[in-house]
């Protein structure tokens, strides 16, 4: 499957091109290559800043199969943080009892998370 002959009709000019084998929408393998290669080198958009205005208001999301919260902090500071699945209800409902000011953020980078 990843062969570089099998997506050579891909590299072609563009009106000349074909789309992606289609094993390569539904096969795990490509999916955690893909995830590897791609989304977790870079910063990925995950959601607007204006979707949690206040300190200590926060949202859960899956991202290429990692739990995260992305919490609003007390210095207006936007950051996420990949969370464990069974930790992820305690750590929502200590963002919200404390209002987060005393809640440090994670800012996720795109190769380890440090503590702000």
Avoid at 18 to 45: D, G, H
Avoid at 56 to 76: K, L, N, S
Wanted: with cysteine.
């Amino acid at each position: 499957m990843f062969r570089p002959e099998t997506y050579a009709a891909v590299r072609r000019p563009l009106l000349e091109a074909s789309t992606l084998p289609p094993a390569c929408y539904t096969s795990p393998a490509f999916y955690r290559r893909e995830v590897q290669t791609i989304f977790m080198k870079v910063w990925n958009f995950i959601g607007r800043a204006d979707r949690i205005p206040d300190a200590g208001d926060y949202f859960t999301i899956e991202f290429a199969d990692v739990p995260v919260i992305v919490m609003r902090g007390a210095m207006a500071r936007c950051g996420l943080s990949p969370i464990a699945a069974g930790t992820a209800a305690r750590c929502c409902w200590m963002a919200r009892a404390t209002a987060a000011p005393s809640a440090a953020p994670i800012i996720h980078g795109p190769t380890t998370p440090t503590a702000r």
